[in-house]
């Protein structure tokens, strides 16, 4: 009989993965970082380790969605606690100002809501052209 082995936390070993958004479908691509953060691609994934990748997003503005109004209709709401501060923004505007913001809030939606979530996702970086600082880390890495 043979045990399944799990691996420690320095035994992970992790890798920056360079995805382009452009062209891509909003949902399906977030779907797919989401897999890659959590680690559930890579034959050693446990549940309870963060043993994700780290994953660059290049031209976060050139995403695509489905549906025929959703840049106009789909709104997203802050409140600060404050009487009448709830403050709403529609997806094109968090799409042409806060890209980053936005692709966060989508992704931390399909990630654990724990301290473990919180770190995979500290592991997302997105920059809305095609270039990132990040150029020393992505020489050995996979591009996808």
Do not use: M, T
């Given at each position: 009989m043979e045990i399944t082995k799990t691996p420690k936390q320095?035994?992970?070993q992790r890798s920056w993965i360079?995805?382009?958004a452009k062209g891509?479908?909003?949902?399906r691509f977030i779907a797919e970082i989401?897999?890659?953060l959590r680690g559930k691609h890579k034959p050693t994934y446990t549940p309870?380790?963060?043993c994700g990748d780290f994953v660059i997003v290049i031209n976060a503005k050139d995403v695509c969605?489905?549906?025929?109004n959703k840049?106009?209709?789909k709104k997203y709401y802050t409140h600060s606690g404050y009487f009448g501060s709830t403050k709403s923004k529609t997806l094109a505007q968090m799409l042409?100002?806060?890209?980053?913001?936005?692709?966060?809030l989508a992704v931390r939606g399909m990630l654990p809501k724990t301290k473990l979530g919180r770190a995979m996702l500290k592991k997302l970086k997105v920059y809305t052209s095609d270039t990132h600082p990040h150029t020393a880390q992505v020489a050995n890495s996979k591009k996808a």
């Open positions: 320095g035994e992970i360079v995805l382009d891509k479908i909003f949902g989401a897999i890659i309870h380790l963060d969605f489905n549906g025929a840049l106009a209709d042409d100002k806060q890209p980053e913001k936005l692709y966060r």
